[in-house]
């Protein structure tokens, strides 16, 4: 099982990135995806997270700017990125998980049984 995390750098305020989640090693239709980052001195919190029948949960912070979704012919889930503030800044990973996404499940570590390496983004002001 691998999760590979990329298009993650640095941009100036009021950018935009568009992270990647590429799976492989299991069967990627059947998981939910979820996004978490961990910025320096602080807990990991979770993002954003899209069931496997396409669901999409964020964390207040983001909602209006962050876009998830996925591609099962890609084996790949997105973050699309906007109007980024310095405050978004840090190591962000994507999550494998066969449990069905909650309103409040899809933003819990254990939820998820499968773990990318994790991109940073830094957002410059």
């Known amino acids: 099982v691998q999760l590979v995390e990329s298009g993650g750098g640095l941009v100036q305020a009021g950018g935009s990135l568009t992270l990647s989640c590429a799976a492989s090693?299991?069967?990627?239709?059947?998981?939910?995806i979820g996004w978490f980052r961990q910025a320096p001195g602080k807990q990991r919190e979770g993002v954003s997270g899209i069931s496997s029948a396409g669901r999409t949960y964020y964390v207040d912070s983001v909602k209006g700017r962050f876009i998830i979704s996925r591609d099962n012919a890609k084996n790949t889930v997105y973050l699309q990125m906007n109007s980024l503030k310095p405050e978004d800044t840090a190591v962000y990973y994507c999550?494998?998980?066969?449990?069905?996404?909650?309103?409040?499940?899809?933003?819990?570590?254990?939820?998820?049984?499968?773990w990318g390496q994790g991109t940073q983004v830094t957002v410059s002001s």
């Open positions: 999550a494998a998980s066969l449990i069905a996404l909650g309103s409040i499940s899809w933003a819990r570590d254990r939820t998820y049984a499968y």
């Open positions: 090693g299991f069967t990627f239709d059947d998981y939910a």
